[in-house]
């Protein structure tokens, strides 16, 4: 990012009255411009408290929308709105309503990585960084319906050492950090803690220290006392890391935990986006009231 592409961001950030909002996976440029990075409850909670007339939302669309549908008065951009989430588009309202009439009465869970659609189906979200906690908010007796990451929701559930019905979506980023490679690195690197994110597979959650959100793996970073830390989730995270932590070392478990959709979104973007106030995130208001229900339950807790 040049100077100038800065500068102008600034200029046009203050004229909107906006507030540029990153998730930790973006590109360090675009987390450098931003006002705030963070993970998806971070983003989601600041998105719902911003006096900023306009949320430009960096990272891919589900963020966006529901930075939208907590803001139905105000002006959500998508700067690449072609920046989607694969795993969020493993299910559509069409199947979520059939997996419900399989198991009548159930309460009905989505990771906030849905649609706004399969939100407006569902009861309450959770994020990574919540889950466990608006979990233990739902009655034992209850039979739970968990959507859509089936590695989110077993790791979860075995915390809560309770059984979800689980789809069986999954992360395709995620899914690329192997066993083998957390081994290799565990044995290049003896001692260092592991972080992984609960989007991995439950094999690698199991050879981990932490199974964390990637805000959650912020806060374990600025508070070991670990000089050498091992990160077993999206590359783009060791960014902020580094740049908060400049006396530790993070060592990424494989470089090949990029999410292409993550990466869409460069600076130039983010000034395009401002400059032209686009892409404007908009959803239908049946749809995002009854999405609304949930994320606010979640938002609650
Ligand atoms: P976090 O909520 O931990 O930031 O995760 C979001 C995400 O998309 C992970 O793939
Ligand atoms: Fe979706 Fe995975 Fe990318 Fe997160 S890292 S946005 S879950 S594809």
């Known amino acids: 990012m040049n100077g100038n592409t800065a500068a102008e961001t600034i200029r046009l950030k203050k004229e909107r009255n906006a507030v540029i909002l990153a998730h930790n996976y973006t590109r360090g440029e675009v987390q450098d411009l931003a006002d705030f990075t963070g993970d998806s409850l971070e983003l989601a909670r600041l998105a719902a408290r911003t006096e900023a007339q306009t949320i430009v939302f960096c990272g891919v669309w589900f963020m966006a929308e529901t930075a939208a549908i907590l803001n139905p008065g105000k002006t959500v951009l998508a700067p690449v709105p072609s920046a989607g989430c694969p795993m969020a588009d493993m299910i559509d309202a069409a199947r979520l309503k059939a997996f419900k009439a399989e198991h009548p ?100 959650r199991a050879l981990a220290d932490e199974c964390l959100s990637t805000g959650g793996m912020c806060r374990y970073a600025r508070e070991s006392a670990a000089k050498t830390i091992l990160v077993g989730t999206e590359t783009g995270i060791l960014h902020r890391l580094r740049s908060e932590n400049p006396d530790k070392t993070f060592i990424p478990v494989s470089e090949a935990l990029v999410c292409p959709n993550m990466k869409k979104t460069t600076a130039q973007d983010v000034l395009e986006s401002l400059a032209e106030m686009k892409t404007r995130v908009e959803i239908d208001e049946r749809t995002a009231a009854r999405a609304r229900r949930a994320i606010e339950a979640m938002l609650a807790v």
């Open 105 to 204: 009465g159930a309460t009905t869970v989505c990771y906030v990585n849905s649609t706004a659609e399969v939100k407006a189906e569902c009861d309450i979200c959770v994020t990574s960084g919540n889950a466990e906690k608006v979990m233990a908010t739902i009655p034992r007796d209850r039979e739970i319906i968990f959507v859509p990451d089936r590695h989110l929701g077993s790791h979860v559930s075995s915390l809560e050492g309770r059984k979800y019905h689980l789809w069986p979506g999954y992360c395709p980023t995620h899914a690329r950090l192997t066993e083998k490679a957390v081994l290799d690195a565990k044995a290049a690197h003896p001692g260092a803690p592991l972080l992984v994110h609960p989007e991995c597979a439950g094999g690698v």
